[in-house]
């Protein structure tokens, strides 16, 4: 399936950088350095590396692991299991039908007390997964604005976005302990003891880094919007989502409420988008409305002919 190849190829990538990164250290520290005049080689070592790819993607990963218990922490939440009321049902069934027709585990189906209007998917896996929504979406938008949203949401648990953007994630953690573990090893004193000096540098460039790094994360979030909007458009069409991203825009425009990635783990998969330029988890209204018309003028039709499971997998099918 080319969700799972482009999961593949980043899990490569990285594997791939992360050698690339190991040799060069290893030159940098025994060669490069040597016959600068600047011996580091005693105090430090390629551990160093390995503890830097241990911090980073296990945080990222046990993150990941945790997801679904995050999202609910700090937050009141119910889980449908039972729909009781028309929206409910609305939403239980869509997610349930969207399921059913990819062929996978239906995820955690809940909702959460909030007027702002907005939605999320989150979980290790596309067997193990969630979806939410808020009272504030599921009131302002119609029945079929709500399903759009819904399905965008499924498409961002069908492509694997959480595992994929964990992988990034781990990746820049990788580059900001390193980079910061090794620049400390500048301000040890004589005997290769840490120092306040050392100490500080490392907590300085980790803060630093860590919000350069949020560039490369950000841009590969808004990457996948376009394609969980395109999702959601194969499924119900690209008038609908239009709708629901338009009436979301106006409400926070409304509202001047915008999440931002330093408080708000679940921004990068939340339907609203947050800051702005390089730091936008979301790609801008113009540009996620200007994608929807742009697919449906190549699509030739605004609501496309009901898929059955197998047509969901097709090799032409761009979600498949």
Known sequence: MKSLKGIALLIVANLLIFTTLFITFQVLVNFILPALGID?????????????????????????LMSKQMARMGMQMQRIETPQTPKEH????????ISRKLGIKM?????????????????????????????????????DEVKAVLAHEMGHVWNGDMLAT???????????YWLSMLAAQFFRDSEGNPTFVSFAVSFFLQIVLSFLALIPITWFSRRREF????????????RPMIGALEKIHRRAAERLAQDTVATD???????GGDWKGLF??????E??????????????????????????????????
């Open 40 to 64: 580091i080689r005693a105090s430090v070592n390629a551990s160093m590396l390995l503890w830097a790819l241990v911090l980073g993607f296990g945080g990222a990963f046990i993150t990941l």
């Open 90 to 97: 609305l939403v239980y069934n869509t997610v349930a039908e």
């Open 107 to 143: 995820p955690e189906v809940w909702v959460y007390w909030d007027d702002e209007p907005n939605a999320f998917a989150t979980g290790p896996s596309k067997n193990n997964s969630m979806v939410a929504v808020s009272s504030g979406l599921v009131t302002l938008l119609s029945d």
């Open 166 to 176: 964990t992988l990034l994630q781990g990746l820049m953690n990788t580059f900001v």
């Open 227 to 238: 394609g969980a909007d395109r999702f959601a458009a194969e499924t119900y069409g690209a």
């Open 265 to 271: 783990p679940l921004s990068t998969f939340k339907i």
């Open 280 to 285: 936008a988890t979301h790609p801008s209204l």
């Open 287 to 320: 540009q996620r409305v200007q994608a929807l018309v742009d697919w449906e003028q190549r699509s030739g039709h605004a609501r496309p002919t009901p898929m059955s499971g197998d047509a969901w997998r097709s090799k032409d099918n761009p979600w498949g």
